[in-house]
């Protein structure tokens, strides 16, 4: 979907769209709810991570430059070039400038898509630094907030922190499609259970064919988990590590949950999914879009099966050529567009707790490794950049928001104050480990503490630094 | 000039020698061994790293990789593959999945004994040993590589012998493991065979079983 010019006849059709997709998900299949019982908690968290794999341009969404006062007439003093007028949308008529968005007055870039929708409930996170220009090294430093050892990630991911302290009850707690997992340090539960796209999700959760009966499914079982419970496996961790995964794998199959992720079922629960994401009813590409991947975020989360999923919606972002021109946008649109219709499907009554949502209680964090030179190469391409950008929405997040800034020189990295969120030359730099961390002190895992790691407050991850008070509601 | 140049050399190295045994020996200060009780009680410090996990007597054990895994299996089997029967390559389609680099975005391959890996371990196992074993029924049994030491109508009841022999054989075949007869570690492999037979009134099946069971125990796919 490209974004046209906004009106308001748009918003209301975009609005009343939400609402179509919404009821679609708002009655839980029989299935969904068996899968969702035990999940009780007054507060309960559920975390999705979107990956926009390939480093974004963020000119083109979350932190846009006014092309009447960043111009080529400037452009020696600023080292910023937008390059709105570089674009190539002469066969789509889509936007080329930035605007003001509908609900919460956020400027925004043209390639923003229906994300520009949920304004009350986003948050943009600017003037971030990821410290790195390699995108192996940026993308493990927003996955576990530390810098990598060369190319090599230290420490676990935020999701699995997340997963090991909210989802031993989950059948997966931590699910990764397409996206980068770690564990050093954190129980097995809490593993990230990474498939590369939903069909192989579906294979994993599916019973393999076999000839082999159940009596002897059941007597191969004692043998194995005999074996394990020898004195010699009992002292081998990497026995009893295989052990327990095996023994989970089974409980997972047992489940019959790949009966959730059949999005060209022809069930009718099936048909609204397809109808609301986009989905093509046939065809195996179909099942590896970000829209399928978006689709099955919703389906593990809202049926009880994971805490925290990490998708990757957007491919192919790293234009250092004159596909910047064609193709930087669109990729990015269709991301954000994807995390539109899942926040759309999260906006649907939470079971037990009257008057909530589910998008009330899960947090949805966007991001890339990095983003892209604000100035264009010689190619029209843009090369790497050490600033970032984020969003985050839903759960505890503060909407209709902009955290900190880039410069207007160069669009470098600013400081921010982290407890009002505004610039501050006596604030931090913001990088992923705040971001990390604030997810951590949002779901309690720092035990309520609001003392900043750097001052001797709670600190399990090692992530040395204060959470973005800012990006919290309360 | 030549003759100048010598002196230099000359005296510098006196210079040198005379500088060395001229320094007066340092001062010997004796300190403290750095123990933690000599600290800043207050700092906490624990100078010493937790210990390694218990492991005693036990070589940490390692997983396979998937391309070894693979070759393992077809050595095992005599060339069988999962998904041979379909003329696909299972392990290849999943190798992403399961945590094969492409060299791209994925540089290492991820060797954990995941929830995923067993899965499809399970899954790989159950066809490679149905192909087997079908394979092995149609084959002259001098021809053999899984029934070498019993045949396909054995039992513990009919020659118990031959069972524990053939179980012999292949735990040194798949598991690398040479066993006396008679071992203890033979009674778990004799018990889920006689169990399977209990179950299915057919030794071939349970000769299948006890292939999956070999396959996806440790002792296969780790090292």
Not at chain 1, 88 to 108: A, R, V
Not at chain 1, 214 to 223: F, G, I, N, V
Request: aromatic share 6%; proline share 6%.
């Amino acid at each position: 979907m490209t974004r046209l010019k906004p009106t308001r006849r748009s918003a209301l059709l975009a609005a009343l769209a939400a609402g179509a997709g919404a009821s679609s998900f708002g009655g839980l299949s029989p299935l969904t709810r068996i899968a969702h019982a035990g999940n009780d908690a007054s507060e309960p968290r559920y975390f999705v991570f979107c990956y926009f794999s390939g480093a974004w341009d963020i000119l083109l969404s979350l932190d846009p430059r006014n092309p009447v006062e960043f111009h080529d007439g400037n452009l020696g003093s600023t080292l910023i070039q937008p390059g709105y007028d570089l674009l190539d949308t002469e066969d789509t008529g889509h936007i080329t400038q930035p605007f003001i968005s509908p609900n919460s007055g956020l400027y925004l870039g043209p390639y923003i898509g229906d994300l520009a929708n949920h304004d009350h409930r986003l948050c943009i996170v600017r003037g971030m630094s990821s410290e790195t220009l390699t995108h192996e090294a940026g993308r493990r430093r927003f996955l576990t907030g530390k810098s990598p050892s060369g190319l090599q990630a230290r420490g676990s991911s935020g999701a699995t922190w997340l997963a090991s302290l909210l989802g031993a009850e989950e059948l997966i707690p931590n699910l990764a499609v397409q996206v980068e997992t770690y564990n050093v340090d954190q129980p097995t539960y809490a593993t990230g259970m990474k498939v590369n796209d939903v069909p192989d999700l579906m294979q994993a959760l599916e019973a393999g064919p076999s000839t082999v009966s159940l009596a002897e499914e059941q007597q191969l079982d004692e043998l194995l988990r005999r074996s394990a419970n020898c004195d010699s496996s009992e002292r081998s961790p990497f026995w009893q590590t295989a052990e327990a995964a095996r023994l989970n794998s089974v409980s997972m199959v047992e489940a019959e949950l790949h009966e959730l992720f059949d999005f060209q079922g022809s069930s009718d629960e099936m048909s609204a999914i397809r109808d609301h994401f986009g989905i093509a009813a046939s065809g195996n590409n179909a099942l590896q879009t970000p829209e399928a991947q978006a689709a099955a975020a919703v389906q593990a989360i809202t049926a009880g099966i994971s805490r925290v999923v990490s998708i990757r919606v957007a491919n192919g972002l790293d234009t250092h050529f004159d596909e910047w021109t064609t193709d930087q946008g669109p990729i990015q649109e269709r991301g954000f567009n994807a995390v539109a219709k899942m926040v759309e499907a999260l906006d649907t009554p939470y079971p037990s707790i009257p008057g909530k949502t589910w998008l009330d209680f899960t947090t949805i964090i966007g991001f890339s490794e990095f983003c892209r030179s604000s100035m264009m190469n010689v190619n029209t391409g843009r090369d790497h950049s050490l600033t970032n950008a984020c969003f985050l929405l839903g759960g505890n997040v503060q909407g209709g928001q902009v955290i900190g800034a880039s410069s207007d020189i160069a669009m470098s990295p600013t400081k921010t104050n982290l407890t009002t969120g505004q610039s501050d030359s006596n604030g931090e730099i913001v990088k992923p480990e705040h971001i990390l961390q604030t997810l951590m002190y949002d779901a309690g895992l720092l035990d309520g503490g609001d003392i900043p790691a750097t001052e001797g407050g709670l600190d399990p991850a090692d992530l040395r630094v204060a959470p973005l008070l800012a990006l919290l509601q309360s | 000039m030549k003759s100048c140049a010598r002196l230099l050399t000359l005296l510098s190295g006196i210079l040198l020698a005379s500088g060395c045994n001229s320094i007066p020996e340092p001062p010997q200060v004796q300190l403290p061994p750095p123990v933690v009780d000599q600290l800043d009680p207050s700092a906490e410090s624990n100078l010493y790293p937790d210990p390694p996990a218990i492991n005693d007597g036990i070589r940490n054990r390692r997983r396979m990789d998937l391309d070894q895994l693979e070759a393992s299996i077809a050595t095992a089997t005599g060339g069988i593959y999962w998904g041979m029967s379909e003329g696909d390559r299972k392990f290849s389609e999943l190798a992403q999945t399961l945590g094969k680099p492409d060299y791209l975005d994925v540089t290492t391959e991820d060797l954990s004994p995941s929830m995923l890996f067993q899965k499809f371990l399970g899954d790989a196992a159950r066809d490679i040993c149905h192909q087997l074993i079908v394979r092995e029924l149609d084959t002259p049994s001098e021809d053999r590589i899984f029934l070498v030491e019993a045949s396909e109508s054995d039992t513990s009841a009919t020659d118990s012998q031959a069972i524990e022999s053939n179980l012999r054989y292949l735990l040194a075949r798949f598991h690398s493991q040479p066993l006396e007869s008679g071992s203890d570690l033979l009674a778990p492999w004799i018990w889920l065979f006689d169990s399977s037979v209990h179950v299915t009134d057919d030794p071939a099946s349970a000769w299948r079983t006890v292939c999956v069971g070999l396959i996806t125990h440790p002792n296969f796919y780790s090292y």
